[in-house]
Structures are given as C-alpha cells and as structure tokens.
C-alpha cells in the first residue's frame, strides 16, 4: 500500500510516498530555515503563509517524483498536532481537499508518533517491546512501546525539550539559528573542557535542561568563556551525557530489545556515536535527514494506522497541544 505522507507542523513543508511503511519512493521538503534566520526563531504567521505557498508544489513534486497516481494511494497521512495551529491547518485542509476529490482515506498522525516510525524507514527492523528516545525542538521523551501504536511515557524533559536548550545555548554562544547544527558543528573544533553541570533527577526517568543553559549563560556573561567552540563542545556533552546514560538505564530497567533513537536532534553526531558505543542493547537511528522534520515518517506511521483500520473524518482537527498518550 502507497502513502502519501503531508507535514506541516512547524518549518518545513513536506510531502512523500512511502510503500508498505518501510520503503520511500519520494521525500520532498521545502526548509523555512532561511526565512525564519534573520528573525532567530519560528516566526508562526511567517510559517503558516510559508507553508501555504510550498505545499501545493511540494505534494505535487512528491508524487511526480515517486512516479505515483492519486489511483496508486492507499491513502493520506497527515500530522495533526502537536505543532502550531496556523500551520497544521494547511497540511490538513489540503490532505481534506485531496481525499475528498479522489475518493481516499485519510488519517491524522501525532507528530511525536511519527518520528518514532521514522526507524521504521531503515533496513533493520525494530522489534517490540523497544525503548525509544524522542528528543527534538518540543520533546525531550523516555517512551516504551509494547506493540504499534502502544506506547507509555516512562519520562520527559522538565522545563526545555533538548533541542530548545541546543537553540538556547547556541544563541547564548552567537551561532545563530537553527542552534542544534550550528553548536554540532562549532563543537567539532573544541573540546570539552569547561565544566558544567548535569541535571540527573535520580530515581526518575526525567530530564532537565535549563540548569545547563543558564550555568553556559552565567559563564558567557561574566567574561569566563574565552572559545566559543570549547564551550559549544562542552554544553553538548552535557546534554548527552544525560540522554545517554538515562536511555540506557530506562531500556535496561524495561529489558527491551533494542533502543529507538528518534527526533531532530538525533542528528546530532556525538549523541548518535555516544548511544551506539556505550549501549549493549541494540540501538537503531534513522538517517540523519528522518531525524529532522519530514513526511516519510509520518506517511511510515500513518501506513500502520491504516493497517490497523483507523481513519478520521472530514472533521479532524488539528491539536497543537497533541500528547503521545
Ligand atoms: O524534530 P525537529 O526537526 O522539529 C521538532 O519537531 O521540533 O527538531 C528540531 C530540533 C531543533 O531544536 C534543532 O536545533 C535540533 O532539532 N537539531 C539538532 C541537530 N539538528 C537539529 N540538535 C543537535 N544537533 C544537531 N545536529
Ligand atoms: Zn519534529
């Protein structure tokens, strides 16, 4: 069965297809990242009207380029929350316009949900009962999932999701936006030698990230960071350090079968290098380009919805405050 997979839940404008749930015969994604630079931040009305002139083209380009039908899908997949509302609202009444022309099911995908399935997109297959790391711009979850679609959150972020604080601290640092590539590669150059502290919230399976932020801010403010890279270099491994070791820890508690890597900033190099290297459990990531925003995933996880019978209405709204469970 051939998905069509729409995104729109913050910055980029995606589309794809994806067969079967696993291989991707297109992946289209138009970035805002320039447009949004010259203000620091996802500007949400900017983002909207963005998303409004993109998609059109976008789909289009997805089924030329995937070499696909309106006759081939099985049906559409689009996020429906959690992400901004102006910009949910365009992927969903375009997914509603073309499912009502030609005739096609439609199901709404929780944005969090689909960048787990993004694993799904790879030649190795995850196997259940897995424990997956959702770290992106918004989250920062322990996830364990039994089965499709059977999840329980064992943990998440109590004040910044990690990729805020990456944002937070590259600002911080003058790397300027978006901050998770940026300090990613500022790190590279540097190396950790400014000590700073790690928010390990013993006893609990929970994160915390604004300790480290504002230690970075305290630093920068009173002349004590002389290189940038250094200290880019350090934050990171603070961060991960934290990830990984509480990953690790929740998967061994739950003696799952393999660990989940998912979110934009799984991208990030050290963090995907240093959950490898130090987990015995098996550990699956998707490519860096499944890590960050896109439609493949979100068709992969609606392809799962479908085969399980679930399909909404022409009534679905969006729900920006959307939960995993
Ligand atoms: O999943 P995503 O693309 O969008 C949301 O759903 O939020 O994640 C975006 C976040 C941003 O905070 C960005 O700075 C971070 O992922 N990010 C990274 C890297 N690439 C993207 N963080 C650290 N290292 C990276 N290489
Ligand atoms: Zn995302």
Not at 41 to 64: K, N, T, W
Not at 190 to 211: C, H
């Amino acid at each position: 069965m051939k998905v069509l997979g729409i995104e729109t839940s913050c910055d980029e404008t995606a589309a794809a297809v994806v067969e079967d749930g696993a291989r991707i015969l297109s992946n289209e994604i138009a970035s805002q990242v320039e447009l949004h630079a010259r203000y620091g931040g996802i500007v949400p009305e900017v983002a909207s009207r963005q998303h409004l002139l993109a998609i059109i083209p976008v789909i289009q380009q997805a089924m030329d380029r995937g070499n696909v039908g309106w006759q081939d899908l099985g049906g559409i997949a689009v996020t429906n929350g959690p992400g901004l509302a102006g910009s949910l609202l365009v992927g969903i009444s375009v997914a509603k316009a073309i499912a009502t022309v030609q005739g096609l099911s439609i199901v709404g995908v929780n944005h969090l949900e689909a960048h787990i399935y993004a694993n799904w997109l790879a030649d190795c297959k995850p196997e259940f009962p897995l424990l997956c790391l959702i770290v992106s711009g918004g989250h920062s979850d322990l996830v364990l999932m039994r089965g499709h679609g059977d999840y329980a959150v064992l943990g998440r972020t109590r004040d910044d999701a990690a990729g805020e604080a990456f944002d937070k601290a590259a600002r911080i640092l003058g790397l300027g936006y978006p901050g998770g590539p940026a300090i990613d590669q500022a790190a590279e150059k540097g190396t950790a030698s400014i000590e700073l502290p790690r928010s390990w919230l013993k006893g609990t399976n929970d994160f915390s990230f604004s300790g480290v932020k504002t230690a970075l801010f305290r630093l920068v403010e009173t002349g004590k960071v002389s290189d940038t890279a250094d200290a880019a270099a350090s934050f990171q491994e603070a961060v991960i350090d934290v990830l990984v070791a509480k990953t690790i820890a929740a998967a061994r508690q739950h003696q799952t079968k393999q660990i989940l890597l998912s979110g934009g900033v799984a991208a990030n190099r050290l963090l995907r290098q240093r959950l490898s290297d130090k987990s015995l459990i098996p550990v699956l990531i998707p490519e860096p380009i499944l890590c960050t925003d896109n439609a493949a995933m979100v068709a992969a996880c609606g392809y799962f919805r479908l085969q399980a019978g679930k399909t909404d209405g022409l009534d679905m709204d969006v729900v920006p405050g959307l939960k995993l469970v």
